[in-house]
């Protein structure tokens, strides 16, 4: 009778050394999908508490599930990882590419996200019985020599995640951004398991075998990068439904996406999918901001955010040095491009002083010694636990410390209708912080609805544009003096603090839209 079980791979230290780097690689590639995952969250999610626990966990559960299921495949090892290997590259190479489009059709990507996340967590859970049935095949060996392989299996699988945990935040995104940086991890998985089959594996299969194995995973290759050459048009496509507007600049930034649209006149900056003012209209929303809190004798100020150059431009008008602390360079970029006829070329102008680094740990750092007259705060909605920082007890009391005294501090406080507790929250928020006395005021800016501010601002202070203001489109004393009254249907409320340890504020924002009745 004729043995028709295919002979055991090899086991020389060459084969075994070359196993365990094409191990880490794939390894790698697994981590990299799970990192996109959370990028995606925090890009398309806002990257919540709620969506980074189900990924991490839904991610840590598959990779057991992924064990489990792999036992009835542990008979015909080589095949059924190579064909692991083969669903993990295209499932998780193409994961942020199809995630886009259910996002960009759909609206609403977290049961994808889930998933996905499932999906990628077996297959990558797949791999580890798989290769230790591989290896020992053939073998006799006893627990410390089982022990003394998973020991080694393990070092390559942490040392692959380590590279893939280096690679997606200093190679792939920024160089390639999250859907190509992903499709790129992806194609290097599937090489990884070509040359498994075709060096490693190729002795311990029947030839037929091999043959469809090669093919199927050389197939998967040509997948993703007939989707990496056809990326950019597809994202074009998916991005432009979000946006009603025709998008003449899109960009993935270290830290967010940045899309400008135009329609006839109307110029409209977008950060990671949100509003953030439209030429129609922003000068309402940016007279309301700055003015209230200038004073006659104002000569330096301290802005936060703002990286349009909107509330530069209304400071240098009344020759007034400004300190820019934005985060983002590629948002000054574009503000000194394609947004310079909104902003009037302010962001380059020489009262401008543009610092690129993260606002919290400047001010942490005690920023550049300047006392300022006033500090203006123009930060996106706190939609996540990151912008939450910036909107916390903590944040507001290192800003207070670089305000002179009798100076001046303004927040946007996002909608004063819509997201009531948002707005009552930064007042409350600011009261903690010590502020000698919180003014509320709301304006209409049409394109958001009734927007709101809070003015941190010495006792007795009223709300009043300075003497030394131009001729404004919108903005006068008698507007801002009624902005500071409410209807019945909005009144103070009185509402914890927003703390880095108790960030209310995001659960305030998310809980969405006017809470009728509430």
Not at 110 to 134: D, H, K, N, Q, R
Not at 394 to 414: C, H, T
């Amino acid at each position: 009778m004729t043995d028709k079980t295919p002979p055991s791979p090899p086991s020389t230290p060459i084969w075994r050394w070359l196993l365990l780097v094409s191990v880490a690689i794939c390894a790698a590639s697994g981590l990299v999908y799970e990192l996109a995952l959370l990028t995606l969250s925090a890009s398309l999610n806002g990257g919540g508490v709620v969506e980074t626990s189900l990924i991490v966990a839904g991610y840590v559960a598959s990779l057991g599930l992924g064990a489990l299921l792999a036992k009835p495949f542990l008979k015909a090892p080589s095949q059924t990882f190579l064909v692991v290997e083969a669903l993990l590259g295209v499932v998780g190479g193409a994961s942020a590419l199809a995630l886009y489009i259910v996002f960009a059709t759909v609206g609403q990507s977290l049961m994808a996200l889930v998933i996905s996340t499932l999906a990628i967590g077996v297959l990558v859970g797949a791999e580890l019985p798989l290769l230790m049935t591989l290896i020992q095949q053939g073998k006799m060996t006893d627990a410390r020599g089982s022990g003394s392989l998973l020991a080694t299996l393990n070092f390559a699988d942490y040392v692959g995640a380590l590279v893939g945990g280096l690679a997606w935040p200093f190679v792939l995104l920024p160089w390639l951004g999250m859907v190509r940086g992903t499709l790129a991890a992806g194609m290097v998985n599937i090489a990884a398991a070509l040359f498994i089959a075709a060096v490693l594996l190729r002795r311990s299969m029947p030839r037929v075998h091999v043959f469809v194995t090669i093919t199927a995973l050389a197939t998967s290759g040509v997948v993703l990068v007939s989707a990496l050459v056809l990326s950019s048009s597809i994202l074009h496509s998916a991005k432009q439904r979000l946006y009603r507007d025709p998008i003449v600049y899109s960009h993935q930034s270290d830290y967010q996406d940045i899309v400008v649209t135009i329609q006839g006149k109307d110029h409209r900056l977008y950060l990671n999918g949100g509003l953030q003012y439209s030429s129609r209209d922003e000068y309402r929303y940016t007279e309301s901001l700055v003015y209230p809190a200038i004073s006659n004798k104002t000569k330096n100020v301290l802005v936060i955010g703002g990286g349009d150059g909107l509330a530069a431009r209304e400071l240098i008008g009344m020759d007034i040095h400004v300190t820019q602390v934005e985060l983002d360079p590629e948002v000054v970029h574009v503000a000194n491009t394609i947004l310079r006829q909104d902003n009037g070329g302010s962001m380059e102008d020489p009262r401008v002083h543009i610092i690129n680094t993260d606002a919290f740990t400047w001010l942490r750092e005690g920023g550049d010694g300047t006392l300022f007259d006033a500090v203006i705060i123009d930060l996106p909605d706190p939609d996540n636990s990151i912008l939450a920082r910036l909107y916390s007890e903590e944040f507001y009391v290192l800003a207070r410390k670089q305000l002179a005294p009798e100076g001046r501090m303004v927040v946007q406080a996002s909608s004063a209708y819509s997201t009531p507790d948002v707005f009552w929250r930064v007042q409350s928020t600011l009261k903690a912080a010590g502020c000698p006395s919180v003014i509320p005021y709301h304006v209409h800016v049409p394109t958001f609805g009734d927007w709101g501010y809070a003015l941190c601002a010495p006792e007795g202070t009223r709300l009043e544009v300075p003497e030394r203001a131009p001729q404004l489109r919108y903005a006068s004393t008698e507007v801002l003096q009624a902005a500071g009254v409410f209807g019945r249907d909005n009144q103070p409320r009185d509402l914890p603090a927003s703390t880095l340890d108790r960030p209310y504020i995001v659960d305030d924002l998310r809980r969405g839209y006017r809470q009728a009745g509430d």
